[in-house]
Nanobody, 122 residues
Framework: QVQLVESGGGLVQAGGSLRLSCAAS????????MGWFRQAPGKEREFVAA???????YYAGSVKGRFTISRDNAKNTLYLQMNSLKPEDTAVYYC????????????????WGQGTQVTVSS
């Protein structure tokens, strides 16, 4: 049974920073690519970032240069460092475990966390 538990969300002013964490269990963490997605109210869940098993990273254009995805295989933990936050970054952020296919779409991931709320005030 794979479990993914996100933490680190909260309320921050525009221009501020947050670091999200995703603790993983039930799967050999180092062997799997992982991703972050987000979903704002009334919108579809969208890709944010992904990291594969050799630490190659992928980013959505809207966050490139501001967000950094990383992983600590010894701690079975995925991170998302978010800097220069904007009000449009407000969403529930989900981590997910990759299965196959494109890193950029939700159907390529088979396990999801419960999400953590990030709110950026202007």
């Amino acid at each position: 049974q794979v479990q993914l538990v996100e933490s680190g969300g909260g309320l921050v002013q525009a221009g501020g920073s947050l670091r999200l964490s995703c603790a993983a269990s039930g799967r050999t963490f180092s062997s799997y690519a992982m991703g972050w997605f987000r979903q704002a109210p009334g919108k579809e869940r969208e890709f944010v970032a992904a990291i594969n098993w050799i630490d190659t990273t992928y980013y959505a254009g809207s966050v490139k240069g501001r967000f950094t995805i990383s992983r600590d295989n010894a701690k079975n933990t995925l991170y998302l460092q978010m800097n220069s936050l904007k009000p449009e970054d407000t969403a529930v952020y989900y981590c997910a475990s990759y299965l196959s296919g494109s890193f950029y779409v939700t159907r390529s991931y088979d396990y999801w966390g419960q999400g953590t709320q990030v709110t950026v005030s202007s």
